[in-house]
């Protein structure tokens, strides 16, 4: 891997990074059946929901770990990404955020150069989104207790996710991880996964330089989707620099297809031996996006070709601490007024079709972890005051480490008034 990312990401740094994106914001997820629910009835609750049907078990010194193999957004099994990363031993969420922010960003001993964001170390994330897995030998449906970039909110970043399962082997607890290498579509504040495979590597790359692990990292063996799962959007991949394209492993540009994102479908196991100590301290940060993008209307559309040119900005911060005595918490936030014109597309040139109409965004969430108890809380807000009335759809989750687990969607659309 060495040779081949050091030349691309040189090259990709020679070329500037040019991108152009039109017609599209979305990060390419999967819709989760709650909305379609909450469109019909007002409003939907999930308590507790069953384990997913798609299950995989890593055994770990003869005790199997069980556990859904995929994020989500909410406790319906609509996978979003892969679970990539299974940790054993001293691997306790916060175990694993020490060990990585521990480490500086001189990868060279493996062919990486000092180029960002693979020169960067990890930091608390922001604007990262709260998901979900389940861990179903264990604390059933879990939340992103943990999350962590290199890189900053764009162009290009790493993101880790990791999940305290409530499971253990390996001589300690269980956490399970999801990694990925993104781009912040210009103009948005979404990003679009680029690889899923690089970023379990420098992942696992970091781990070994970190000197904790008692084994060498192994494939947990087939656990999700191969040979690929979701997408690139089209739009994004054909303004990609030609570099990034070689270092992902992509097809020649130009595409007239979304591309497969590849995947192996197996993660790797982990297993740190030595705990990593907690360092206590705060942090607070701030980054304000810019909206400037044709997008698709993110809810209550009405149908494929109902776009907006959004413009305005949008203000994310995030703060947290981690005390002495080992208590972590974590706050995310944003809020935004946009301003929304709704275009006609179908002659390859945006045509205002209405008058421009305000768009409020805004949403939080919130963690709280420490050796016993975990919990993770989001709301989701956005509201569209338009010609002919109000819309607006709003998304709550509770995810404590025990106890009642619900999420609630509430969809108004002017149609159904």
Request: glycine share 10%.
């Amino acid at each position: 891997m060495s040779t081949r990312f050091a030349r691309s990401i040189l090259i990709m740094i020679m070329a500037g990074c040019v991108l152009l994106v039109m017609a599209s914001c979305s990060e390419n997820i999967p819709t989760s059946p709650d909305a379609e629910a909450a469109k019909r009835a007002g409003g939907v609750a999930r308590h507790d929901n069953p384990p997913p049907a798609d299950q995989a078990t890593v055994t770990i010194d003869g005790t199997p770990v069980v556990f859904w193999p995929y994020t989500g957004t909410s406790f319906d099994g609509t996978p979003v990404d892969p679970i990539n990363l299974v940790f054993a031993g001293e691997a306790d969420p916060l175990q694993i955020r020490a060990a990585l922010m521990a480490l500086s960003g001189d990868r060279s001993a493996f062919g990486i150069p000092p180029i960002p964001p693979f020169n960067a170390p990890w930091q608390d994330a922001i604007g990262g989104d709260v998901q979900t897995t389940c861990a179903v030998g264990g604390d059933g449906w879990v939340g992103s207790v943990v999350q962590l970039t290199l890189g900053e909110f764009g162009p290009l970043r790493l993101h880790l996710r990791l999940f305290r399962t409530g499971q253990e082997a390996g001589g300690g607890p269980v956490t399970l991880g999801g990694a990925h290498f993104e781009l912040n579509i210009p103009g948005t504040a979404d990003h679009q996964v680029l690889s899923w495979e690089l970023a379990e590597q420098i992942v696992m790359a970091d781990l070994v330089r970190s000197g904790l692990l008692g084994a060498a990292p192994a494939p947990t063996g087939l656990i999700n989707a191969a040979p690929t799962f979701r997408t690139i959007m089209k739009e994004v991949y054909n303004g990609l620099p030609p570099a990034l394209v070689g270092l992902i492993g992509g097809p020649a540009q130009p595409v007239l297809a979304d591309v497969p994102l590849p995947s192996d479908g197996q993660g790797k196991l982990l297993r740190l031996a030595f705990a990593a100590p907690l360092e206590p301290g705060t942090w607070d940060r701030m980054v304000t996006v810019n909206y400037d993008q044709l997008v698709p209307r993110p809810f209550c559309s009405e149908g494929p070709g109902d776009f907006l040119l959004v413009t305005g900005p949008v203000e994310f911060t995030a703060r947290g601490e981690l005390s002495p005595d080992g208590s972590y918490t974590s706050h995310n936030a944003f809020v935004g007024i946009l301003r929304a014109v709704p275009v006609d597309l179908s002659t390859g040139t945006p045509v205002p079709t209405g008058p421009a109409f305000p768009a409020r965004v805004s949403g939080h969430s919130s963690v709280t972890l420490d050796a016993w108890n975990a919990r993770v809380t989001m709301q989701d807000r956005r509201f569209t005051r338009e010609p002919d009335g109000v819309q607006v759809k709003q998304i709550w989750m509770n995810i404590p480490q025990q106890g009642l687990k619900t999420v609630r969607t509430r969809l108004s659309c002017i149609d159904e008034s």
